[in-house]
């Protein structure tokens, strides 16, 4: 009895070794995946292995039914990735893309998003997650940036600077703006001032018309 309860141990050791090492050869270049995605490469799986597999450290859980690998490279990339994948439809925008940019000199902890879901957080071990609901009508002026076999969206630097003004209608004085704090060398690098103000056009919004001349006069001194 006690060779047979050794056996059968060891070969369960084995055997779970080796769904491990398959499991995350077919679903690692997703770099985060889905229960979807485990699904259809494994139809017979058992969530309750997922749940194991959490405990021992194998698995990561990034939002209720999003997964990454224990030994998963996690870089700004990487999160940007997370942030696109596990809210969709969504880009990167805001301070997060402010900061991409080199726009504004602070540290940004937290990756934030717009969507045209509601407005939405996310906490897990990798970081902090949030979005910001915007109109269907405004969800636009993003690109993809590539890194690896991973496909992110984020705001071009116009749109991302009115996508913060936007959200942040408090913002209206010069005090206000100057407080941001951006580096203009920065600003007349990555931002067109054409494409900003046929960005802001399509807005169609006369205040954020004003506030944004302000901001621009702000950061350009005059």
């Known amino acids: 009895m006690l060779l047979y309860f050794y056996k059968g141990t060891k070969m369960s050791y084995y055997r779970n070794k080796m769904n491990k090492i398959e499991f995350q050869k077919k679903l690692s270049p997703y770099g985060i995946f889905s229960l979807g995605n485990i699904y259809k490469s494994f139809p017979d799986f058992s969530y309750k292995q997922i749940n194991r597999w959490q405990k021992d450290g194998f698995l990561i859980r990034v939002k209720q039914g999003f997964y990454t690998f224990n030994d998963q490279k996690i870089d700004n990339y990487f999160l940007f990735f997370a942030a696109n994948k596990i809210y969709e439809p969504s880009y990167i925008s805001l301070e997060r893309a402010l900061k991409y940019y080199g726009l504004i000199p602070e540290e940004v902890f937290q990756v934030t998003s717009v969507s045209t879901r509601k407005t939405a957080s996310f906490n897990n071990a990798m970081g902090f997650f949030s979005y910001r609901h915007i109109k269907e009508s405004l969800f636009w002026g993003y690109h993809f940036i590539s890194n690896l076999n991973q496909k992110i969206l984020i705001a071009d630097a116009e749109k991302?600077?009115?996508?913060?003004?936007?959200?942040?209608?408090?913002?209206?004085?010069?005090?206000?703006?100057?407080?941001?704090?951006?580096?203009?060398?920065?600003?007349?690098?990555?931002?067109?001032?054409?494409?900003?103000?046929?960005?802001?056009?399509?807005?169609?919004?006369?205040?954020?018309?004003?506030?944004?001349?302000?901001?621009?006069?702000?950061?350009?001194?005059?």
């Open 160 to 222: 991302a600077v009115l996508d913060y003004l936007y959200l942040h209608p408090e913002l209206k004085t010069k005090d206000d703006f100057a407080e941001l704090r951006i580096n203009n060398d920065s600003f007349n690098e990555n931002v067109n001032l054409d494409k900003l103000n046929k960005y802001l056009s399509n807005f169609q919004n006369k205040k954020l018309n004003k506030r944004t001349a302000t901001f621009l006069r702000t950061i350009q001194n005059d």
